[in-house]
């Protein structure tokens, strides 16, 4: 995809169910508004890696992205280069097997963070080492890891529970 991707309105899209391997490139920004609360999802079975040329916004109000569902070990991945903004609804794994959702921060530019919506379940989190992550006052939130390869990470949260909410330290 050349430029931006828009799911809009009550728009659903599934990008892979039992493919292996499914790449999704988006050469600027992925932004996010459908509110169907079924929502859109990535995978079951397999890999499926959406990377981002610029910034992830999603504000969907009641709205869902599913990045692994279904009984198998897939996984979703969101590669996001620049910024990261959830302002509301909810990025989520229902994978009954060994599945995982993944945010990844690939790159050698700074990145930004911002939560006001809802990460739940397995969701892992990735910063290179070339990345520079600034969380802001923003909390990553969900049951997965949090694992920083060299990069660096800027916290400032004055979450009760902290900057990093994850299932692992």
């Not at 959830?86 to 990025?91: K, Q, T």
């Not at 969380?135 to 949260?157: H, K, N, Q």
Request: aromatic letters at 6%.
């Amino acid at each position: 995809i050349a430029f931006d991707l828009r799911i809009e309105g009550t728009s659903r899209v599934v990008f892979a169910t039992t493919g292996n391997n499914t790449t999704v490139d988006v050469g600027q920004d992925f932004l996010y508004s459908s509110t169907n609360s079924a929502g859109s999802n990535t995978n079951s079975t397999g890999t499926t890696v959406i990377t981002v040329g610029r910034d992830f916004e999603m504000n969907a109000p009641g709205g869902r992205l599913t990045l692994a569902s279904g009984t198998g070990a897939g996984s979703g991945t969101l590669n996001i280069t620049q910024h990261f903004d959830l302002i509301a609804g909810e990025i989520t794994e229902t994978s009954s097997g060994t599945g995982a959702g993944n945010i990844e921060f690939n790159t050698s530019t700074d990145s930004e963070f911002s939560n006001t919506g809802t990460i739940s379940n397995t969701i892992n989190y990735f910063v290179s080492s070339l990345s520079s992550l600034d969380l802001g006052t923003s909390a990553a939130a969900g049951l997965g890891e949090f694992e920083v390869d060299g990069g660096e990470i800027l916290l400032g949260s004055t979450d009760a529970g902290g900057a990093l909410q994850t299932g692992s330290t």
